[in-house]
């Protein structure tokens, strides 16, 4: 069976409620809904704190605040359309930074649009950027901000682990099937890996995990496709861990054990250089963005790799669309 882990991501915030008073959350379900259904998801559930809207998504998740929102998707999703419903509420003049990323894919020839694409509709809205991190050849991200000045907070950090090819016991627990989400917490501590949130998790047929934690305006997500050949995780982050950096990645790369991954840092200023036990840093590209943000994105192989027997294709049908 052949899915898509690799996500998309669109990060905008918006001074229509420092002009009006009002809150992006007032817009309401329905409004989020209709966002999410033109990327073709839809809201699985919701869980919400004084801070924050969380909703968990038939591919990864959206999160509300009241002056900015962030919504990731997977699959075979158009995640580019929630622009154009954006841009129907709000003007150009009202989104102070507005950010789109897309990681390379497993098969990207499976998807309806590809990164030049999708920046080619941004630009007709908006004037931007675009840039690739990492190797062309190997794993890189694409990204696509609005080109206005902008002044994050000294403490808006994003913390992104992208993890590809898990291995062990945790292979074993969410590819089987066979649990359920209060036994998977229970076997792995997924809901536990910052203390004192609050949880909303699902678990997909035949096989995957996506959890969303909440703690006031503090979130993670977790998102698991651990289709053999193809398996990837994803866990993000707003929680500033920049002082305890390499311990939170080791906390994440314990749970899920994965042979690579990457490590998307967002921040205001750039972290000091790390080591990841049992990892080799294989590539960094890092870039300061005209909108504010440092991004750092760091590609890591595992030091214990050995000759693997060859992948068994069990599936006779082309994964061309």
């Known amino acids: 069976m052949f899915f898509e882990g690799s996500e998309k991501k669109l990060e905008v915030v918006v001074n229509w409620s420092q002009e009006e008073g009002l809150s992006l959350r007032q817009l309401g379900d329905s409004y989020w809904a209709r966002m999410v259904e033109a990327c073709q998801a839809k809201i699985l559930s919701k869980m919400s704190s004084p801070s924050c809207d969380a909703y968990l998504l038939s591919e990864s998740s959206l999160f509300v605040w009241d002056d900015h929102f962030t919504m990731i998707t997977c699959g075979q999703t158009t995640l580019v359309n929630a622009v154009r419903i954006l841009f129907e509420k709000f003007s150009l003049e009202q989104i102070d930074s507005l950010i789109f990323e ?5 098969f990207p020839h499976r ?13 007709k809205l908006m004037p931007g950027r675009a840039f ?42 969410f590819g089987s099937g066979q649990y359920d989400s209060k036994k998977i917490c229970q076997l792995t501590g997924v809901d536990q890996i910052f203390a004192g949130f609050q949880i909303d998790d699902h678990v997909f047929e035949p096989c995957g995990y996506s959890l969303n934690a909440l703690n006031q305006e503090k979130y993670y997500t977790i998102h698991v496709t651990p289709q053999e050949g193809s398996s990837y995780v994803s ?14 990645i080791g906390r994440v790369i314990e749970v899920f054990k994965p042979g690579s991954f990457d490590v998307v840092l967002f921040h205001p200023q750039r972290p000091l250089p790390f080591e ?25 192989e595992s030091r214990r790799r050995v000759a693997e027997a060859a992948y068994e294709i069990k599936e006779w049908t082309s994964v061309r669309p």
Do not use: W
Request: net charge negative; aromatic share 14%.
């Open 235 to 248: 866990f993000e982050t707003n929680f500033d861990v920049c002082q305890e950096l390499p311990q939170t």
């Open 111 to 123: 998807q309806t649009t590809d990164f030049y694409e999708d920046i080619g509709h941004l630009k």
């Open 102 to 106: 897309r990681k390379n894919e497993y």
């Open 132 to 173: 690739r991190f990492g190797r062309a050849e190997d794993h890189h991200l694409f990204l696509f901000h609005l080109d206005k000045p902008f002044v994050p907070p000294p403490d808006d950090v994003t913390l992104e682990i992208l993890m590809y090819d898990l291995q062990g016991e945790s292979a074993a627990i």
């Open 276 to 300: 990841v036990p049992g990892f080799e840093l294989r590539s960094q590209s890092l870039q300061d963005l005209t909108c504010g943000y440092g991004v750092t994105f760091s590609h890591y």
